[in-house]
């Protein structure tokens, strides 16, 4: 082996430890900003080995990419706001799908078709990943960002259209391998793939979105991974089957968390029009709603020695977080014990609200998931609901004909009083109605929860102890 190869695979194996031990860091919210260090500096070793390759063509190209892909990145990094997170990682998986997808078809082009079984399939799923990965995230990021609608869209013979498009794509792949040189079939591949992407996300409403951006993440890491035996390129073997593996994991852990299976998840439609049908199933259409102000709300604040903190998407749109951590601060500063239960599922990706309270400086120690707080609601004095709705309904638990249930949720009915931060009685994701919302145990404090927090915090900072 010369000297500049064996200093090129020598950056990708260093670039490839960096990424596992990166990952693994990643699993506790102490260790995370380290990994994304580590990944960070493996992603920098990697592309500099790459730059080392005696094959590169123009060196102008690539400094314009360059200088193009800062451009796009920095704003991005540096304006949008964590609250729209789970938009910006659907964007980029967007654009990795298509950098994939496109990667394939200049291979193809190369080669004028003309590639060995091996490279012709790796290059085959490389471009029907790439290519469901970018339409799939685009369609994730409009129904994330509103230009889509978020409650699922759905037309009759919809599975079994997509289940043939999906079959379709897949046998295409296998022709190729065998025909390699048919540009018709491969661009077609590319075509039907693009429409699959958009065919699989359509019918999966806001309340999955969890679940289709880890999914879509593993699209990502699969064409990835693909993408590094079409090119013969370790690093990209390594870092695909990573993304793919852990993206896939993520997914069905996120699907275990709402309790419904992976395909009910993809074929069921969840949040849409339908299921709203059942939401008075619980009762809670008929029962009135005990409508609080927020001095009232202060006055069980002040008599509380627990306080629980439960965040829903709401406070991700209020962009409340800063100010429920300066009331969890003020609160324990009065000698009440403040913990904050977060749902895996809350929000609108895995980690979204650990992310954002993680982001207002909220101790790590404060954050408990599901299991670790669950039973501690009956003994805890007041819940302070920001902006959650599905992941803390009683339905889930006591209504066989509700589409959430069996659902795990917060038990925060048990606790010995309520508080709900809301702008309206409008459903949540799942398109049912709440029956937390009219518990007598719970006082519903209509507004921007941004605005109604600061106002608590004002309240209590003015009437002392």
């Known amino acids: 082996m010369d000297p500049q190869t064996l200093a090129i695979q020598s950056a990708y194996f260093v670039a490839s430890v960096l990424f596992i031990l990166g990952l693994r860091d990643l699993t506790h919210p102490d260790t995370a900003r380290r990994g994304t260090n580590l990944a960070a500096v493996g992603m920098l070793i990697a592309v500099v080995g790459t730059l080392a390759h005696q094959d590169i063509v123009s060196w102008w190209l690539i400094l314009g990419g360059l200088v193009l892909g800062t451009a796009i990145g920095v704003p991005m990094g540096l304006k949008i706001p964590m609250t729209m997170m789970p938009e910006r990682i659907a964007l980029s998986h967007c654009f990795g799908g298509l950098a994939v997808a496109l990667v394939g078809v200049a291979e193809f082009v190369r080669h004028d078709g003309q590639l060995d079984a091996m490279h012709m399939s790796a290059t085959g799923f490389e471009v029907f990943f790439g290519a469901v990965t970018f339409t799939g995230s685009l369609m994730a990021f409009g129904k994330l960002n509103g230009s889509l609608p978020g409650k699922p869209t759905t037309f009759p013979m919809q599975n079994v259209i997509t289940g043939l498009a999906g079959i379709a794509c ?9 025909n390699p040189g048919n540009v018709v079939v491969f661009y077609g ?194 819940v302070l609901v920001v902006g959650a709705n599905d992941v803390v309904n009683p339905a889930a638990k006591t209504s066989p004909g509700s589409p959430i249930y069996g659902m795990p949720v917060f038990n925060c009915d048990e606790a010995k009083a309520v508080i709900c931060l809301k702008r309206s009685m409008n459903p949540g994701f799942a398109g049912i109605e709440n029956d937390l919302f009219v518990h007598p145990k719970t006082m519903m404090v209509f507004g921007d929860a941004k605005k109604t927090i600061q106002e608590m915090v004002g309240a209590l900072r003015e009437g002392g102890h």
Request: proline share 3%.
């Open 170 to 178: 897949v046998a295409m792949t296998m022709y190729l391998i065998v």
């Open 189 to 382: 591949l590319f075509a039907l793939s693009l429409l699959l992407g958009v065919l699989i996300v359509l019918p999966i409403g806001g309340a999955d979105m969890p679940v289709v951006i880890c999914l879509l993440n593993s699209y990502a890491g699969l064409a990835a991974c693909a993408s590094g035996f079409a090119l013969s390129n370790p690093v990209l073997i390594v870092t695909g089957s990573l993304d793919g593996g852990s993206g896939f994991i993520l997914a069905m852990v996120m699907s275990k968390a709402m309790n419904r299976s992976f395909t009910n998840v993809l074929f069921g439609a969840f949040g849409s029009d339908a299921a709203a049908g059942t939401s008075a199933v619980g009762g809670a259409s008929n029962a009135a709603v005990n409508a609080a102000t927020v001095e009232e709300a202060v006055d069980l604040f002040k008599y509380a020695d627990s306080v629980i903190v439960v965040p829903g998407y709401g406070m991700a749109v209020a962009q409340a977080q800063h100010a429920v951590r300066e009331l969890g601060a003020m609160l324990e500063k009065r000698g009440t014990r403040v913990r904050f239960a977060i749902h895996p599922v809350a929000g609108r990706m895995p980690g979204h609200m650990n992310v954002l309270l993680a982001e207002a400086n909220v101790p790590y120690d404060s954050l408990f998931d599901l299991d670790a707080i669950n039973d501690d609601f009956s003994s805890t004095d007041v």
